[in-house]
């Protein structure tokens, strides 16, 4: 397990919730969000419709899960946290709840 903290960035977006779900779960789009190395890739960990998706970030030497968090913010816009954390593969943590495996 890496010593590597997790990085947690917050902010509200002035798109709605649906745009930004569709830009978080269109490969093209998230692509552009996350702009992962070439060598990088990227597999679906969990997904709670409209509020939350997990992916696996697999590198050449290191794993880490990318979490998003959306949700309204009540003005029409998005509440949008992402989450950035080294993969704990080897620990005795819980597993998600939404687990899905890749197809």
């Known amino acids: 397990m ?6 947690v960035f917050e902010t509200d977006l002035d798109s ?8 978080l ?13 070439d ?7 969990t997904s709670k419709d409209n509020a939350e998706l997990t992916y696996r970030l697999s590198e ?4 880490s899960l990318v979490t998003f968090e959306i949700e309204g913010n009540g003005s ?4 949008f946290r992402l989450t950035h954390a080294p993969a704990a593969a ?3 943590e819980p597993l998600p ?5 890749a197809a």
Do not use: C, H, I
Request: charged share 25%; hydrophobic share 30%; proline share 12%.
């Open 16 to 23: 709605p919730p649906e745009k930004v779900w569709r830009a």
């Open 97 to 101: 709840e939404t687990l899905m495996l």
């Open 25 to 37: 779960t269109v490969p093209e789009y998230l692509e552009r969000w996350l702009q992962p190395p």
């Open 76 to 79: 029409g816009g998005t509440f």
């Open 60 to 63: 050449t030497d290191n794993e």
């Open 39 to 45: 060598d990088a890739k990227l597999t679906l960990v």
């Open 2 to 7: 890496s010593d590597t903290p997790e990085l």
């Open 90 to 92: 080897n620990s005795n």
